[in-house]
C-alpha cells in the first residue's frame, strides 16, 4: 500500500506560479506511474497531469499543457506539479494518486492509491 501527502496549495493571483509536492510513503514509490488531478466545485475530478515510472513519459490534459509540469524525485519519494500561468479556472482540489500502470492513465478509476487533496485557489 501506497501514502500519499499533498501540500503546496493555497491562495495565488492569476498570472502567479505554484509548486505542488505529493510525498509517498509504503511499498516502492517507483514502482507506481503517478498522476495529478484536480476537482473544482460542482464538477467532476478531471485528469491534469501524470508521469510513468522512471519520469521518462508525461501525459498532460490540454489544458493545463504548456502551462503545467510534473517531475518526480525517486530518491525522495516525491512527485511534483509546477504551474505556472494560474488561471482561475485552475481552481480546484488537487489530488494525487498512484497507479501499477506503465504508463500515465487519463481516468480516475485506473489510480489505486489517492491523498487527500490541496487546494489551489486563483483569484484576484
Known amino acids: 500500500q501506497v501514502q500519499l501527502v499533498e501540500s503546496g496549495g493555497g491562495l495565488v493571483q492569476p498570472g502567479d506560479s505554484l509548486r505542488l509536492s505529493c510525498a509517498a510513503s509504503?511499498?516502492?514509490?517507483?514502482?507506481?506511474?503517478m498522476g495529478w488531478f484536480r476537482q473544482a466545485p460542482g464538477k467532476e475530478r478531471e485528469f491534469a497531469a501524470g508521469?510513468?515510472?522512471?519520469?521518462?513519459?508525461?501525459v498532460y490534459a490540454d489544458s493545463v499543457k504548456g502551462r503545467f509540469t510534473i517531475s518526480r524525485d525517486n530518491a525522495k519519494n516525491t512527485v511534483y506539479l509546477q504551474m505556472h500561468s494560474l488561471e482561475p479556472e485552475d481552481t480546484a482540489v488537487y489530488y494525487c494518486?498512484?497507479?501499477?500502470?506503465?504508463?500515465?492513465?487519463?481516468?480516475?478509476?485506473?489510480?489505486?492509491?489517492w491523498g487527500q487533496g490541496t487546494q489551489v485557489t486563483v483569484s484576484s
Open positions: 509504503g511499498r516502492t514509490f517507483s514502482s507506481y506511474t
Open positions: 494518486a498512484a497507479t501499477t500502470a506503465s504508463t500515465p492513465l487519463k481516468y480516475s478509476s485506473g489510480y489505486l492509491y
Open positions: 508521469i510513468n515510472r522512471s519520469g521518462g513519459t508525461t
